[in-house]
């Protein structure tokens, strides 16, 4: 159940809509008529804590910390009918990916989240491909007559990683595992 | 006809059979396919957007700027492959400004993207008016027999700004491929759900839609053969929640998952030994009897 909230115009942050509408394809976030179509076809719309029109409106508010620590951001499964279905074009499910990048700057992310992004770091993969783990996959396709797996150039794409700022997260992972 | 072929690294690597039955279909259709030096994953579209979009798009306009030193356009054979290298190419090439700033950080690995190559799902190809006489004249072994369901996925057709291809909400495209082969295609209602590969924090959130989808194929009047899907996400998804489902609910859920490109091979000759139908949780025996008698 959607609790009552009470805040005084002096707690919200009415920078934040900027924040978001500044990145480009987030402009349309201004838009919103708060209609609901998001939130009446979102394959997740019964998991969220805040469904799609009012996360949007949330951010319209000021509503920064309640966004941002919301389970919403992260619970979506990208299928992308809010953007699609949107009657006043709000990009709904790239606001979302920004919203996610921001709770992501102020250290909250979820394990399943950065793990993934820590296996590429690894492995230039998605899917480990090391050790025995490689010589299985190796051998495999081998049997069905497949040409080699091309070595993915690792040092470019750690340095990409690095170079945009989620290398910081990688190490803090890593020293997580430790 | 030559692409670039990604590969990406779920079909490669734990999937192979799949990357076999395209590379056969490919072959038979004459469409030659190079492989690509040194890249890596797309980046996969889930966790690294959610963590820097700017990240994403960096790994992926690598991706494409490899393909462009090689001249050619992208091939694809994965949903979540596709949506992340045709999003970054879209993105690109509409804003002129974020070309500059990915390519000062490609520039230092020697890279350089102008906003050439194009992407391409097999499906996108193969849906095309010219390629679907080619695929009926090459049919050997018609599907007259099987009633198909297809899933067509979200990454394929959404967002359709981006994606450029068939109808967001009424796609037709896999259906022209499977009408093709002469296989009849099943009408559902769920068939545009999604199958909640993406949505990693609820484990549930993606064994409901799956239950919901097979029940629903399970109840249709005609007996559904198959589902067919173009992702690997999809085809994973739907196999291993279906009998995780099943032991659950105590329902009877029996429809095996197969890939798009596995039919076609059928349809086009490749011997079911050459093919690993076998090797998903969900059997196709029923299925594969059909075709040997």
Redesign the interface.
């Given at each position: 159940m959607t609790q009552m909230l009470k805040k005084n115009a002096s707690e919200l942050d009415h920078e934040f809509r900027y924040e978001i509408s500044e990145k480009?394809?987030a402009k349309s976030l201004l838009k919103c008529i708060q209609c609901g179509v998001c939130s009446s076809g979102c394959?997740?719309t019964e998991?969220v804590d805040m469904q799609p029109h009012r996360v949007v409106a949330s951010c319209l508010l000021g509503l920064k910390k309640e966004v941002l620590t919301s389970?919403a951001i992260?619970?979506?499964?990208?299928?992308?009918?809010c953007?699609?279905r949107c009657p006043k074009n709000v990009?709904y499910?790239f606001i979302l990916?920004?919203l996610?990048?921001m709770a992501?700057k102020e250290g909250r992310?979820?394990k399943?989240?950065?793990s993934?992004?820590v296996t590429?770091y690894n492995n230039?993969?998605?899917?480990p491909?090391t050790g025995g783990l490689k010589d299985n996959?190796d051998r495999?396709?081998d049997r069905?007559?497949?040409?080699q797996?091309?070595?993915?150039?690792?040092e470019?794409?750690q340095?990409?990683?690095n170079?945009?700022?989620?290398g910081g997260?990688v190490e803090e992972e890593k020293e997580d595992d430790e | 006809m030559e692409f670039a072929l990604f590969l990406g690294?779920?079909i490669?690597?734990?999937l192979?059979?799949l990357?076999?039955a395209f590379?056969d279909v490919a072959n038979i259709l004459n469409v030659n396919l190079k492989?690509?030096?040194?890249?890596?994953?797309c980046?996969?579209?889930?966790?690294?957007?959610?963590?820097?979009?700017?990240?994403w798009v960096?790994?992926g306009a690598?991706n494409l700027a490899i393909a462009e030193q090689m001249g050619l356009d992208i091939m694809t054979i994965c949903s979540g492959c596709y949506e992340t290298l045709k999003t970054v190419s879209v993105?690109l090439a509409e804003?002129e400004e974020?070309l500059k700033k990915i390519n000062g950080?490609?520039s230092?690995?020697n890279y350089k993207y102008t906003g050439k190559t194009k992407v391409y799902h097999f499906v996108e190809l193969f849906s095309q008016p010219e390629w679907l006489d080619k695929i009926k004249k090459l049919v050997v072994k018609p599907l007259d027999d099987l009633n198909l369901a297809v899933h067509y996925g979200?990454?394929l057709i959404?967002?359709?700004k981006i994606m450029q291809f068939d109808h967001?909400?009424r796609p037709e495209t896999i259906d022209l491929i499977l009408e093709a082969l002469s296989a009849k295609t099943a009408e559902y209602a769920t068939k545009l759900?999604?199958c909640?590969?993406?949505?990693?924090?609820?484990e549930?959130?993606g064994e409901n839609?799956v239950e919901e989808k097979m029940t629903e194929l399970c109840q249709l009047e005609e007996e559904v053969d198959a589902l067919i899907a173009v992702c690997p996400a999809c085809t994973t998804q739907y196999d291993r929640k279906e009998r995780i489902v099943a032991r659950r609910t105590g329902k009877q859920l029996d429809i095996p998952v197969l890939y798009l490109a596995e039919v076609m091979a059928i349809a086009l000759g490749v011997e079911l030994e050459d093919l690993?139908l076998r090797s998903r949780s969900v059997k196709p025996d029923k299925l594969i009897n059909k075709l040997t008698t």
């Open positions: 480009v394809g394959t997740v998991y389970n992260w619970t979506c499964s990208l299928c992308h009918r953007t699609e990009d499910s990916a920004l996610r990048n992501v992310v979820p399943e989240y950065s993934t992004v590429i230039g993969f998605v899917v491909y996959i495999r396709r069905m007559g497949l040409p797996i091309i070595p993915p150039k690792l470019e794409i340095f990409i990683i170079e945009t700022g989620l997260l | 690294c779920t490669p690597m734990k192979p059979f990357e076999k590379r492989e690509m030096e040194g890249v890596g994953c980046p996969e579209p889930v966790a690294m957007q959610s963590l820097n979009i700017d990240t960096a790994l690598r993105l804003d974020y950080i490609l230092k690995i979200c990454h959404r967002p359709s967001p909400e759900e999604c909640g590969y993406c949505a990693r924090l609820q549930e959130i839609l690993s």
